[in-house]
Structure formats: C-alpha cells, structure tokens
C-alpha cells in the first residue's frame, strides 16, 4: 500500500515527508521535485513569506543512485524563516522562553485558531497555526512529484489551471497542450490558459489588495493517458472518485469538489450528462462522446482524462481583520494579523496535482502491485494486452 505522511511546523526547522510502497527503480530526479516546489511557491497574491523560502528537497533516505530502492523515501525541505523563529518556538523549553513567544490569543475566524486552542487546551494559537498551515503542503508536493515521476513511467501525466479567481472565470474549455504549456512557464501569474481570463483574474486580486481582503477560486486538475480500471464500484472506500475527493478537500481552504461537470450536470437532464458509448472497429476501442464524467464511472476510471476541481474560500487572515474576541480578556478585538497570502489559486493547482498525483499512485500500486519497476511495468503491460483484446 503506497502512503505518505508529512510533519514540520510552518516556522519550524524543516518540512519532512515519507512515502512508502514505490517499487525499486523509479528513476528519481532531484530537479523534477525541486521544479514542483517552486511551481508550488508562485501566483500573483502571494504574501512575503514566499519571498523568503526557496524550497529545495533534501532526500535522507529510499533513494541511491537516481532510483528508488524499494524502502520508504524520507524529504527534508529547510525552512529558510526558521532562523527568525529559534526563541519563539525552541525544543527545550529554556528560562526566559516565555517572554519570547508569538502568542496568538485573537483567533482568525477560518483559520484553525479557535477550534484547535479548544481542542488542545492551549492557551496560544500558535501551536495550532504552525500546524494547520498550509506550509505543510510543500511536503506534499515533494512525495507527490515522486508519484508524479512513478507515473510518467507508465505514460500518465498530472496538471492543473486556473478556472476562477474570486468571481473572475475562464470561460472556455483547455486544451491539455494548452496545460502542459503552461506548466513549462517560468513566469506564473495566475495560472490560467486564457491571457484575457487571467487579467480579469488578476484586477480581483488588485482589488482584494486594495481594500486589504482575501479571494479564494476554482482550480481544475486533470489526469492524461489514465487506463480504464483504476479503483472499484465494490466498496464506499474502494471508489476513486471518493479516495480523490477526501485527497482534494484534505487541502487547507478547499472548501468543495467537484469531478468532471458535477455542478452543471446536477441542473441538467441525463440525456444532456451521460457520455455516449461507441465503438471504433478500426482501432478495436471504445470511444465516448464526451467527458462530462470526468474520466470515472462507478469509481473506476474509464480511460478518459480525469478531471476534478477544488474549490478554495478566500483566504482567513485579512489585513483589515474581522471581528473576534481576545482569549485572554474575553473581551471584542480585531483578529490577529500576521504576514499572509491574498490568493492561492494557482499554488493550490499544484497541490491539486500532487495529491491526484498520489491517489492514482497508490491505485497504479494495487491494481499492479510489483516490488521493482519492471515487474510492475510487466503487470501493466499484459493488463493493457487484455484491454485491447478484449
Ligand atoms: C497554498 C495555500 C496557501 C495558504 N496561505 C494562507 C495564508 O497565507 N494565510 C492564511 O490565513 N491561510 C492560508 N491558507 C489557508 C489556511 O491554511 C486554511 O484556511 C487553514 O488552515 C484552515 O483550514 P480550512 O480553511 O481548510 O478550514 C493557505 C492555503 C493554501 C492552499
């Protein structure tokens, strides 16, 4: 079973993430994870913190020689704020410590402040924040470009764009070369194929920073090259439209998903959403006439392009904060502030990424199994001989 975990505070020392169950000999490129944690780090709307970190991997453990040898992957990723942060958040408690913390004690409402000092007993956001961070995602971009790197060995691919920003849509579909020319960019302003979609996106960004508020979006991920007969109609938690779902909303703000056209299929008659069967005798292959489903039908892929879509609320911290009560008076004050985004969109696309990156892995691991890349390549090869004989 293929499983990752994270752990690392947002100004902790370091990020670091583990990923079990790739077989040996996936060829690992430390420039293929290291282009997705900067990928992860650009958008227009982004706070100061960005400036600051350059995210670069440091692999520990489960790689030698460019390849994978079986056992876990161990990724340290160094937080560059951390040396702003030895006093205020030490391991060892120390005499005078207590005069040098970051006290939180004027929950964001959003944010995960005043659920978590409930939760814990603390009397201090911080420890709830540093966790609940989205920074934590970097960790997830790094064991996802591994899955991503596991997966372009059996030819499928991961991207994301933009849909909408605030109330600002794209208002055509995307080509997936439109996709894989934006991901090759070395500029990233909102993540959208559409250059007149995109300054439409860009003026509700403007007019958040304007008036010191937040926007939240849409991003769409897509799946190419997928086969036909990942997960299975046989248990609630054997569907991989579920698996991909709770791996979207895992993310920090996304509030919603969708997969394929739910929204505007739930509005419309069934002859208007289901996508046609035919049969092409030349090429001995089914075909559909569309993609409303998003590329999964009973929890199994179909073959098309898998398509899901995240939904982010705008961003809790605000530069003109809401209102909130001080935890140590009781009393009404502003909610803190601290150095934050304004809009995440195109990041969280690259989240987006890695998270479909991992759930179509770890189906890849199950359907095909393997303890090295060339058997599980064998595995796959004679399953696709029987899809094409079929
Ligand atoms: C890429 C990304 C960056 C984020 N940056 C911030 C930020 O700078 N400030 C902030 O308050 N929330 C930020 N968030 C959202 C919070 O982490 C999130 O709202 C919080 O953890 C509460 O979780 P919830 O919104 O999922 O309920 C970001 C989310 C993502 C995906």
Redesign the pocket.
Known sequence: MLRFETAGESHGECLVATLTGLPAGVPVSLDAINRQLWRRQQGYGR?G?MKIEADTAEIVAGVRHSKTIGSPVAIIIRNRDWKNWTEALPVEDADGAEDKRKRVTRP?P???DLAGMLKYNFDDARYVLER???RE?AARVAVGALAKLFLAEFGIEVLSHVIQVGSAKLERAASWQELVELSRKDEVLLGCVDAEAEARMKAVVDEAYRTGDTVGGVFEVIAHNVPPGLGSHISWDTRLDGRLAQAIVS?????GVEIGLAEEGSASFGSKVQDTIHYDRDERRFTRGANRAGGLEGGITNGQDIVVRGF??P???LRRPLESVDLTTREPALAAYER??VA?VP??GV?GEAMVALVLAQAMMEKFGGDSLPETERNFGTYLEQVRNY
């Open positions: 706070g913190r964001r959003g944010h995960a609940a961070s989205a995602t993310m920090q703000a996304v509030k982010l609320k961003i809790s911290t934050s985004d995440v990041a969280a989240i």
